[in-house]
Structure formats: structure tokens, C-alpha cells
């Protein structure tokens, strides 16, 4: 009787722990989100700022409010504000569809390129522009496609009853290397202006954001987001195994299903917009999850974490003393130290 006294006389310091545990992660996400949020609209009204000319916050409010001059309204709102908008939401869904992929595959260190669905987006943008000529909103939807098939052709033949992870990266990576191959083939047979077209979008760039690009950009990143969302505390106890999942009531081979769906959609819309900017869907899921702690959901973080990748990249792309380049090229260069950055921090955490 004593010791079954002495036992119940844990339990509450056990639930006071645990408590305690739950109120630091929930105090430090919402901290780290506030920041992230600071810096993204830091980095917003940085690029809406700077350029050519340099506009002060009152030329940027003003031009918000219909005031100024018109030729002010007309580079603040024509021309930077869609760049602008667009890297963000692009930035986000990358993100947020990088760290779903990574939760799906139980490794923080995966790619969600690694099933192809950049590649099958890349060629069949490829095609587009050296075979069909196509450029703009046509080029984008084929692209969109390319990532989508591709998607159903590596879950179709990964699928044995559930997607098993190794399985999936394997198949994906085949299917990839072939893409890549079919691209580079359509590179070699196109000429000299399609090849440029191609490399042009091929590096990924928001030199050619427009507000048209925007409704369908943010409306899918905004179903994407809300669905993940709904489907984060199922991810979450996949990280625990398939089968021990299963066990708590987690239907393991639906909600595989429905975090690749909607991981492909984010990324295929997102590419068909930008281009495949490197680096920020493979990065942001880590980043988030080292600043927001062990144990805690960073897919709000992760999202917002790949924003101000994008946007970051695109004003020291802008803004180098030679030329501009495009974003995708500052997001491989800063892309490599970073991970290896992490990969450090994380093994230090034994978490990878």
C-alpha cells in the first residue's frame, strides 16, 4: 500500500512536467512566429524600397494610398509589389510543402524534389518553351501538369498497400534522373533563344512577377496551407512509426495520400510561377525546426521561414555591384553552407 501511495505521489509532478514542457514549446513557437512574421514584412517593404531608385516609407505608404506621384505608384505598384507578393507566397508554400514531405518521409534532411516533381514540372516546362513555344499562364498550367503526372506516376508505382518511405525516395529518384535526362536532351536539340528561355526559367526568377500570377498562387497556397494544417497532429504521430501510428488510430495510408497530394500541388504551383527556386523547400522545414525547438510543430514556421528565403535572396540578388541575377542562383550559393549549418546543430541534437 505504501509503495502504491508513493507511486501516485510521481504523478503529479509528472503532469507538472509535462505541462511545463508543453507551455515553454507553446511560449517559444509563438515567439519564434512573431519574429518570423517582423522579418518577413521587414524584408517586404525592403524590396518594395530598394532598387534603382530608393523610396522612403512615405513614398511606400503613399503610393499604398493612391498618393504621389504617378510615376512612384507605378514602380511601387506595378512592378515591385507583384515581385514582391509573389516570392512571399511562393516562399511559403515551398516551405510548407518541405517540411510536409520531410514529416511524411520521417527525415528532416529529405528533399521533396527527391520524388520528381520538380523534375517532372522543369521538363515539361522545357517542352513547352524549345517544342511548343509557349510562354506565360500556358507555360505555367503545362508545367503545373508536369509536376502533377509525375507525382501519380511515382505514387502509382510506390504503392504497395501504404507509401513506404524508402521505397517512395527510391522510385522518386529513378523518375527524376530520367526527367532530367528527357531536359537536357530537349536543351541540346532546342537553339540558342530557347536555350536561354529555358535556363531563364529553369534557374527560377520573379523578374517576371505579375499581379495576374498572384489569385492563383495565393488561393492554392492558402488551401495547401489550411489542409496541412488539418492534417499536422496525424502527421506528427506518423513521426512515430507507421505501425505504432496505426495503433493510435491514425489511418496511415490516407493521410500519406493526402500530404503528397497536397505537397504536389503546392510545389507545382509554386514552380510554375517562380521557376524552381533551389534550396527553400529542402531548407526551410530545418531551419524552422532548429529555431523552434525539439518536439514542437514548425510547418506555420517552416513556411514562413521559406518567405523570407525568397524575399531575403531576391534583394541580394538585386542589388550585387555587378549584375542582377536571378534568386534561384543567391538560394543554391547561401543553400550549401546553410545545410551544412544544420546538419551540424542537428546531429549535435542527435535528431538526424
Not at 517512395?168 to 533563344?193: D, E, P, T, Y
Not at 534557374?203 to 488551401?223: E, F, K, N, Y
Request: with cysteine; hydrophobic share 55%; glycine share 12%.
Amino acid at each position: 500500500m505504501d509503495a502504491c501511495l508513493l507511486h501516485d505521489s510521481h504523478k503529479p509532478d509528472a503532469m507538472t512536467d509535462l505541462q511545463r514542457i508543453r507551455r515553454t514549446h507553446t511560449v517559444r513557437s509563438l515567439a519564434v512566429t512573431m519574429l518570423l512574421v517582423i522579418l518577413l514584412v521587414a524584408l517586404a517593404l525592403s524590396d518594395l524600397a530598394l532598387g534603382h531608385r530608393t523610396y522612403s516609407m512615405n513614398d511606400l505608404i503613399g503610393a499604398l494610398l493612391g498618393q504621389g506621384d504617378e510615376g512612384t505608384r507605378f514602380v511601387i505598384l506595378q512592378l515591385r509589389m507583384p515581385r514582391a507578393l509573389i516570392g512571399c507566397v511562393a516562399g511559403i508554400a515551398f516551405g510548407m510543402a518541405g517540411i510536409g514531405f520531410q514529416h511524411l518521409l520521417r527525415n528532416m534532411m529529405a528533399s521533396p524534389d527527391i520524388i520528381g516533381i520538380t523534375a517532372g514540372a522543369n521538363t515539361a516546362a522545357i517542352f513547352g518553351i524549345v517544342v511548343l513555344g509557349l510562354s506565360g499562364m500556358p507555360l505555367a498550367c503545362l508545367a503545373v501538369m508536369g509536376g502533377l503526372m509525375t507525382a501519380l506516376l511515382v505514387m502509382a508505382l510506390a504503392w504497395r498497400g501504404s507509401f513506404d518511405p524508402t521505397r517512395l525516395i527510391l522510385i522518386g529518384i529513378g523518375v527524376a534522373a530520367g526527367f532530367n535526362a528527357l531536359g537536357s536532351w530537349l536543351m541540346v536539340r532546342s537553339n540558342q533563344w530557347d536555350i536561354q528561355a529555358a535556363t531563364r526559367w529553369l534557374t527560377g526568377s520573379l523578374a517576371d512577377a505579375q499581379w495576374s500570377d498572384l489569385p492563383i498562387l495565393a488561393t492554392t497556397t492558402l488551401v495547401g496551407a489550411m489542409l496541412l494544417l488539418a492534417l499536422d497532429r496525424n502527421v506528427s504521430t506518423l513521426q512515430l512509426g507507421p505501425e505504432m501510428a496505426a495503433g493510435l488510430g491514425v489511418r496511415v495510408s490516407r493521410v500519406q495520400f493526402e500530404v503528397i497530394i497536397v505537397g504536389v500541388l503546392l510545389l507545382a504551383v509554386a514552380t510554375a510561377t517562380t521557376g524552381p527556386i533551389s534550396f527553400v523547400s529542402f531548407l526551410s522545414g530545418p531551419i524552422a525546426a532548429v529555431l523552434v525547438g525539439r518536439g514542437a510543430s514548425a510547418l506555420i514556421q517552416s513556411g514562413l521561414v521559406g518567405g523570407c528565403l525568397v524575399l531575403g535572396s531576391d534583394i541580394v540578388a538585386q542589388h550585387l555591384p555587378t549584375t542582377q541575377v536571378p534568386v534561384g542562383i543567391i538560394t543554391s550559393i547561401v543553400g550549401g553552407p546553410v545545410l551544412i549549418l544544420i546538419m551540424v546543430l542537428m546531429t549535435r541534437r542527435q535528431e538526424l
